[in-house]
């Protein structure tokens, strides 16, 4: 029997255009509008600005529209599990 902590998660890649600490603000906004998003984390010196969630569900088409609708241009870079056999 698996127990809550063994439940793999999805690691969602997204690359994403912020151009504004308004816009990086509306990120957050976004990201803590998830419950099953148990860290993320952004990187702004990369070219991509690569936004990289932790979350119990792919919810990547929908983060990517919710960003969108907010104005940020995104598109997912990779989805999987780890240590998934």
């Known amino acids: 029997m698996m127990k809550p902590e063994d439940t793999p998660q999805f690691i969602i890649v997204l ?3 912020i151009r504004s600490n308004a816009d ?3 990120v957050k906004t976004i990201i803590a509008s998830y ?3 148990s860290r993320w984390s952004h990187d702004l010196e990369d070219v ?6 932790l979350a119990d569900d792919n ?3 929908e983060v990517i529209t919710d960003l969108k609708t ?3 241009a995104a ?3 990779e989805v999987f ?3 998934c056999r």
């Open 15 to 17: 690359s994403t255009v």
């Open 24 to 26: 990086l603000i509306q």
């Open 35 to 37: 419950k099953c998003i």
């Open 48 to 53: 991509d600005q690569v936004l990289r969630i």
């Open 59 to 61: 919810i990547s088409e």
């Open 70 to 72: 907010s104005g940020i």
């Open 75 to 77: 598109a997912i870079m």
């Open 81 to 83: 599990i780890p240590n």
